[in-house]
């Protein structure tokens, strides 16, 4: 079963920031948190992923807050092909993704 | 760099049939994973190979589905026989190695069966 929380839809306007969070009250100390994002007809797609510090790549950023208990997804510019759902994962070590039903983000132009 | 290949893209079939899916990982890629996504839900996961070995089959409905990942590349996933709630895409994904869950996904294999 799923360790996190995520709401099941969101919106954004295009070029704003898209923030997508995602509550893992019960997350232990050495498990990452992993976020993907699902296209439409598309497989999966990474996005990052951490632990314990915000972490920044090309696609968005991670904070995570300081107890670990939830974290967020920045998307810091939504463009209409940032439309896709999130998903956020909770995992330890080499235990397999384990996919909830993530957050529909619709991206408005 | 290529991606995960998967084939067919679309595939119909009559319940009781026999289906199977093909699966060509990203090249040096040890771990291979098979997933199933119904409608409207996240991939679930149905089994996981670290090169030619199973490493996690606890989900895989044993009785009709069969998987292999022979000389520790390629995998085939069958599904003897196909009931209709096997209807979903079926997902192949690889990994660099186990612990490395920065996974690639391919396009999957939409199953519908009638």
């Known amino acids: 079963d799923a360790k996190t929380t995520q709401p099941p839809s969101m919106d954004c306007a295009e070029g704003r920031a898209a923030n997508l969070p995602c509550n893992h009250s019960?997350?232990?100390?050495?498990?990452?948190v992993y976020w993907y994002r699902q296209i439409h007809s598309q497989g999966p797609q990474y996005i990052i992923h951490g632990l314990k510090n915000n972490e920044t790549n090309e696609m968005a950023s991670l904070i995570i807050t300081e107890d670990r208990k939830s974290s967020t997804l920045i998307l810091p510019h939504a463009t209409l092909r940032d439309t896709a759902v999130y998903y956020c994962i909770v995992i330890y070590g080499n235990t397999p993704l384990v996919f909830g039903k993530g957050t529909r983000l619709s991206v408005i132009a | 760099e290529a991606g995960v290949a998967q084939s067919p893209r679309y595939k119909i079939i009559e319940k009781r049939q026999s289906v199977a899916f093909w699966c060509n990982p990203i090249?040096?890629?040890?771990?291979l994973y098979w997933y199933q996504q119904i409608l409207g839900q996240g991939p679930k996961l149905l089994i996981q190979f670290q090169n030619n070995g199973v490493v996690d089959d606890s989900q895989l409905p044993k009785d009709r589905f069969s998987a292999e990942r022979l000389k520790g590349v390629d995998s085939t996933l069958k599904i003897q026989p196909a009931k209709l709630e096997d209807s979903a895409v079926y997902l192949c994904?690889?990994?660099?190695?186990?612990?490395?869950?920065?996974?690639?996904f391919g396009s999957g294999t939409q199953l519908s069966v009638l």
């Open positions: 019960t997350i232990s100390g050495n498990e990452y």
């Open positions: 090249s040096g890629h040890a771990t």
């Open positions: 994904a690889s990994s660099l190695d186990i612990g490395f869950e920065k996974l690639f």
